[in-house]
C-alpha cells in the first residue's frame, strides 16, 4: 500500500464551487504539507501542519484554508474554486528530513 | 520557486552523461535535495547532499556541491531512457520550515 494517499485523483468542477481534497498517511510522520504544481513553477507550498495542532501558511495560501482531522490526515479545501487554482496538487510528509509525496490531484476548475 | 533556479529542459542521447544545474540563494541550508519526477507521478526523493561535503556519489549519480557560487548539480552516468523524468532541487532556507523547490528541469533521453 502507498504511504500516502491522495482522493481524489482527478476532479473537474465549477468556478465557485467548494471543493476539498484529502490525504492520508501511514508513515506515522507528524509533518504534513500542501503543495500545488504549476507548468515551469517548479511545487508551491500552500500550507503546512507540524502537528496536529500546529497550521501554518505557506507561500501561496489565498484562496484555499485546510483541517488536519488527525496525525494521519490533512486536508485541503478551496472554498470558492476558480479557473487559476486549475492545477496539481501534492500532499506529503515527512519526519525531519526526506518529504514524501502522494500521487496527487489533478483538479481542473471550468 | 524564486530562491532555486534550474533550466527548463534538457536533452541527452541514451548512455551519455547528463548534467543537470540548480543555483540556490540560501548558504545556510543544511541539506540540499533533487527530486524525480516520472510522469503521472509524484516525486520521490533521489539523492541529497549535506551542506559541509562537495561532493557525494551514489551508483550512476553524482551530486557535486559548490557553496561559494551557490550551485548544485546533479550528474546521471550512462543515461537511459527510464531516467526520463522531471528533476527538482530543493532546500530548506533558513528562516523557513519546509522545502522550496527549483521548477524543475525536464530531461528528455533519446534512443
Known amino acids: 500500500d502507498a504511504d500516502v494517499t491522495q482522493t481524489p485523483r482527478n476532479r473537474i468542477t465549477k468556478t465557485g464551487k467548494r471543493i476539498m481534497l484529502e490525504c492520508s498517511q501511514t508513515?506515522?510522520?507528524?509533518?504534513m504539507y500542501w503543495y500545488r504544481q504549476d507548468p515551469g513553477l517548479g511545487l508551491r507550498l500552500i500550507y503546512y501542519?507540524?502537528?496536529?495542532?500546529?497550521?501554518n501558511k505557506g507561500e501561496i495560501s489565498d484562496g484555499y484554508s485546510v483541517s488536519r482531522q488527525a496525525q494521519a490526515k490533512f486536508s485541503l479545501s478551496l472554498e470558492s474554486a476558480i479557473p487559476n487554482q486549475t492545477a496539481l496538487y501534492f500532499c506529503?510528509?515527512?519526519?525531519?528530513?526526506?518529504?514524501?509525496f502522494g500521487p496527487g490531484t489533478r483538479l481542473t476548475v471550468t | 520557486g524564486e530562491d532555486v533556479e534550474q533550466s527548463l529542459f534538457l536533452s541527452v542521447r541514451e548512455g551519455d552523461s547528463s548534467v543537470i544545474n540548480c543555483t540556490y540563494t540560501?548558504?545556510?541550508?543544511?541539506?540540499l535535495y533533487w527530486y524525480k519526477q516520472e510522469p503521472g507521478a509524484g516525486l520521490q526523493l533521489l539523492t541529497y547532499?549535506?551542506?559541509?561535503?562537495d561532493m557525494k556519489q551514489d551508483q550512476r549519480l553524482t551530486v557535486l556541491l559548490n557553496k561559494k557560487d551557490k550551485h548544485l548539480s546533479l550528474r546521471i552516468a550512462d543515461t537511459q531512457t527510464g531516467d526520463s523524468a522531471i528533476y527538482f532541487c530543493?532546500?530548506?532556507?533558513?528562516?523557513?520550515?519546509?522545502?522550496?523547490f527549483g521548477s524543475g528541469t525536464r530531461l528528455q533521453v533519446q534512443p
Open positions: 508513515k506515522g510522520h507528524d509533518r
Open positions: 547532499i549535506f551542506s559541509n561535503m
Open positions: 506529503a510528509t515527512s519526519d525531519w528530513g526526506e518529504q514524501y
Open positions: 501542519s507540524f502537528d496536529v495542532k500546529d497550521i
Open positions: 540560501d548558504s545556510s541550508s543544511t541539506y
Open positions: 530543493a532546500e530548506i532556507p533558513q528562516g523557513r520550515r519546509a522545502l522550496t
